[in-house]
């Protein structure tokens, strides 16, 4: 398995490691961890919780640009390092993201932001320089 195919793997895992922070600041709410309504009570977080809330959403959000990128390098057999490179720029970008984001760390946090949206864009663009 190419590195670019096994960083897609890792980015699908951040969907579930994103939302770890969430549930930390939900059970930590009066009455803990809702899991009946537990969208409710994501809405009514705030401070950090609100945060982590945020960049979870923006982790489900950013993932199927980045996919897409993957599978147009992987299907147009762009082997290049440059493609493992942004792949790998991808995972860290979006690692930090979301603990700058939790941390209010605004202007650093939208550096990692389009760190990680230019890679995913020039995975899709791979073809045309691969």
Same mark, same amino acid.
């Not at 990128?69 to 720029?89: E, F, K, Q, R």
């Given at each position: 398995?190419?590195?670019?195919?096994?960083?897609?793997?890792?980015?699908?895992?951040?969907?579930?490691?994103?939302?770890?922070?969430?549930?930390?600041?939900?059970?930590?709410?009066?009455?803990?961890?809702?899991?009946?309504?537990?969208?409710?009570?994501?809405?009514?977080?705030?401070?950090?919780?609100?945060?982590?809330?945020?960049?979870?959403?923006?982790?489900?959000?950013s993932?199927?640009?980045?996919?897409?990128?993957?599978?147009?390098?992987?299907? &147009?057999?762009?082997? &290049? #390092?440059?493609? #493992?490179?942004?792949?790998?720029?991808?995972?860290?970008?979006?690692?930090?993201?979301?603990?700058?984001?939790?941390?209010?760390?605004a202007?650093?946090? #939208?550096?990692?932001?389009?760190?990680?949206?230019? #890679?995913?864009?020039?995975?899709?663009?791979?073809?045309?320089?691969?």
């Open positions: 398995m190419t590195i670019e195919l096994w960083c897609l793997f890792i980015a699908g895992l951040l969907h579930a490691l994103s939302k770890a922070p969430l549930v930390k600041a939900q059970a930590q709410c009066a009455g803990g961890y809702d899991n009946k309504n537990p969208r409710e009570q994501q809405a009514a977080l705030s401070g950090w919780g609100k945060r982590a809330l945020a960049g979870h959403q923006n982790q489900i959000e993932f199927p640009l980045f996919a897409a990128g993957v599978l147009v390098a992987s299907v &147009s057999d762009v082997t &290049s #390092s440059l493609v #493992s490179i942004l792949a790998i720029a991808y995972v860290i970008a979006r690692v930090l993201f979301l603990v700058l984001y939790i941390k209010n760390i202007t650093i946090r #939208s550096i990692a932001w389009a760190i990680g949206y230019l #890679s995913s864009l020039a995975l899709l663009c791979s073809p045309a320089w691969g």
